[in-house]
């Protein structure tokens, strides 16, 4: 299928490398892991591989702090769930920014059934957390505070480690999920204070099916999924080794080579968004510069999102985002965009592109112009 692909943040292909790492362990390299035989202990060996290598990524005390799960929307349960449950005789009250992905704000939003308490920190209008909002908020009772490192929808990088200053001196453990911003920008969670961090395999080119959660040592969490004693007795079942194996080799990967990729992805962002802006009515969303490389997104006065990534699908073959694709289908407005201060009619009119191997500066004038043509002929539609 030819055409211009630009929605990475949903599902980005697995790098042929990776995928040529991980053929083995489909037919020959299969064992499970917890098997104390010949091919259970490869399995295992293949399986701490795995983890030293996303250790790395991250700049992990040890690969012993790395858990693997069946996705980010695992990890990021057993993150918020796990250290809310296992906490709550210190105190029951939990804190988010406002424009978290869905899977941390839902397990949230589920625990105030069991008593506790949710507040959402505002974000100004490109998308940076209130930190004087955030330290107002947080007690001594506070056990959990969720910063995302980067935001899918509108790009904007978090200010962490200063988010992560204030959570220690006030309140308990820091969660930031970092699936949007893994293999673009440097990690390192101990040098930014991280006391828990979510992973995504294929935002990372590995396979879909796997992520991961970083678990500093001494926080302590219990687990939200309960069978056998794999990872450390926080997530049962047997390990999905093909996918882990693939993400760890995704990392490694990332780990040598995000430095050149991200220069190079945001010479194509920054040409996108110069060129973008000069059609009538249209705004960056996100903020200006902190914002990760490869992510450029923009709304659009007096048309919709799903008009736009529609047409510019069946009219030019360019695959755009209109905001998370894990909420997209509702039809309802980026709650994203809804936090950064636009009103409804204004949130509805967003378009998304976010960038990566299979992208180059010479596309730039194809994307351009079928944006342009997209919202000219929407506009000459609508009755806005």
Known sequence: MCGIYLDYQSASPVDPRVHEFMERYLSCDFGNPSALHSRGLAARAALEEARTKVAELINAEGPENIIFTGGVTEANNLAVRGVAQRNAGIGKKLLASSIEHISVLNPLKGLLKSGYELALVPVDSTGIIDLAQLESLISKETILTSVMYANSDIGTIEPIREVSDMVHERGMYLHVDATAAAGKIPLDVQKEGIDLLTLSSNDLYGPQGAGALYVKPGVRIQPVLFGGGQERGLRAGTENLYAIAGMG?????????????????????????????????????????????????????????????????????????????????????SHVLLAIGLKHEQA????????????????????????????????ALSPL
């Not at 998304?352 to 000219?376: C, F, H, S, W, Y």
Request: hydrophobic share 40%; glycine share 6%; net charge neutral.
């Open 249 to 333: 080799e995704a990392a490694r990967l990332a780990s040598l080579e995000k430095a050149i990729e991200s220069s190079r992805l945001q010479a194509i962002r920054d040409g996108l968004i110069k060129e973008i802006l000069t059609i009538e009515q249209s705004y960056l969303t996100g903020h200006p510069t902190l914002r990760l490389p490869h992510h450029a997104s923009f709304r659009f006065s007096r048309i919709e999102g799903e008009s736009i990534l529609l047409t510019m699908d069946a009219m030019f073959n360019i695959q755009v985002s209109t905001g998370s694709a894990c909420s997209s289908r509702t039809l309802e407005p």
């Open 348 to 379: 509805h009119g967003s378009m998304v592109m976010t960038l990566g191997k299979e992208n180059n500066p010479d596309q730039i004038p194809a994307i351009v112009n079928a944006v342009r043509k997209t919202v000219d002929r929407l506009r």
